[in-house]
């Protein structure tokens, strides 16, 4: 689900920023690349299941 | 570089996002491997790549723009790198098929790589920054609106699919159903 999110928010900031005003663009794009960082950190901190 | 030199340029790195999400999805079809949480990671960062070029082509060039793309490309770069480095094991498979003799993580860490590369390059040239006349806009020409609204069509695309890949809850770590389409 949380890739859903992700995902739309990429195009929501895309349609900001072909359509919308520029400081609006950069903050949305600001929000999504926290967003993404912490998804990345939540699954980085999974148990690495390794055989040996 | 001229001006419109750059935005030919940044308009040509919007194709090249949209053939990287084109291959992807037709991996993801073709070979029936569906994406693991972290390539879905990698897939973003191409997509978000993609905002600081629509940015120039509707803005003009600014290096803030470039900024955008060069944290996305960064972002990236360190996702796949997790995912290289969690299959370097010697006897590690690797997560899904090699293409070309590389697996996609490996490949994506070496497209965001590229990028930086690209990206930096282009920041070199000041002259694509110097305003072309007294508050003159050029609308984008129908080679950048295709390439725009393609990136655009291909992220909304991704939406569908990983909503149908992990359903409303978190996405398995390993994912060999599309969540949604288990009941049909």
Known sequence: MEF???FLATVIVMLAAWRGSRPLAMGLFAAL??????????????VLKLSF | MTRSLAITLNVLGLYAVALVLTV???AQLLLHELPCPLCLLQRLQFAVLAIGPIMNVRWGPRPGHYALSLLAAAAGFAFSTRQVLLHIMP???????????????TLALIGFAAAIVLISAMLLFDRQF??????KFDA????????????????????????LECGFGACADNPVVYELLKRW
Request: charged fraction near 10%.
């Open chain 1, 4 to 6: 859903t999110a992700l």
């Open chain 2, 140 to 163: 984008p020409d129908l080679f950048a609106t295709v390439a725009v609204w393609l990136v655009i069509a291909l992220t909304a695309l991704n939406v569908l699919s990983t909503l």
């Open chain 1, 33 to 46: 690349l926290i967003a993404s960082v912490a998804t990345y950190l939540h699954h980085a901190t999974d």
């Open chain 2, 130 to 135: 110097e305003p072309e006349g007294a508050s």
């Open chain 2, 91 to 105: 006897g590690d498979a690797g997560y899904g098929t090699a293409l070309l003799g590389y697996h996609y993580y």
């Open chain 2, 24 to 26: 992807a999805f037709a």
